[in-house]
């Protein structure tokens, strides 16, 4: 939830998510506006350190960029997301894109709430993805978890394990 669902000072993070998590809805799911914003949440997400983003802003970006990651919500908006990101590989590629740039890139809210997720939900799927594209963007974010995060032996073993024959 965005600060402005709290009852607090709306910035403008809480209105770009609201924006984008409004077009959302609201659009049909073979729209191109069906998953957009991923690249604008990632954005700000960068920003998030040196613009004093807050960490509820922060939790709001982190829903726009892993829309079928919300264990609460609209459980069809969540299937419709699902589905999208299994379907199109283009929107896949666009989310992970975002979602590598902004793990380089965030702060240590971003990376409390989110390191989790990341390899889960990005690394080693997107190895395993049936499109080219997504495996290859998926290769960069295999580089960037290596990079950002500490314990780098049980991502390799993931890797290995997953690309084994």
């Known amino acids: 939830k965005t600060s402005t669902d709290q009852g607090d000072e709306e910035t403008v993070v809480s ?22 914003g991923f690249s604008t ?7 998030g350190d040196s613009c004093n983003v807050s960490d509820r802003d922060i939790n709001a970006l982190v829903d ?23 379907r199109r590989p283009r929107v896949k590629v666009q989310q992970m894109t975002s ?14 709430v989110f390191d989790g997720a ?4 990005f690394v080693i799927p997107g190895i ?5 594209h997504v495996r290859q963007v998926a290769t960069e974010a295999v580089a960037a978890a290596l990079k950002v995060l500490p314990n780098q032996r049980p991502i390799v073993n993931s890797v290995i394990r997953m690309l084994s024959p």
Do not use: N
């Not at 960029?65 to 069809?76: A, I, Q, R, S, V």
């Not at 990341?118 to 939900?121: H, I, P, Q, T």
């Not at 395993?128 to 080219?132: A, G, V, W, Y």
């Open 15 to 36: 209105i770009c998510a609201d924006i984008i998590e409004t077009i959302r809805s609201t659009a049909d799911t073979s729209s191109m506006l069906h998953l957009c």
């Open 128 to 132: 395993c993805h049936i499109d080219s």
């Open 41 to 47: 949440a990632g954005s700000l997400i960068q920003l």
């Open 118 to 121: 990341y390899a889960s939900a």
């Open 99 to 112: 979602v590598i740039h902004a793990f380089l890139r965030g702060g240590d809210h971003f990376h409390s």
């Open 64 to 86: 726009v960029l892993h829309p079928d990651g919300g264990k609460t919500g609209d459980k069809d908006a969540l299937k419709r997301a699902r589905r999208t990101l299994k």
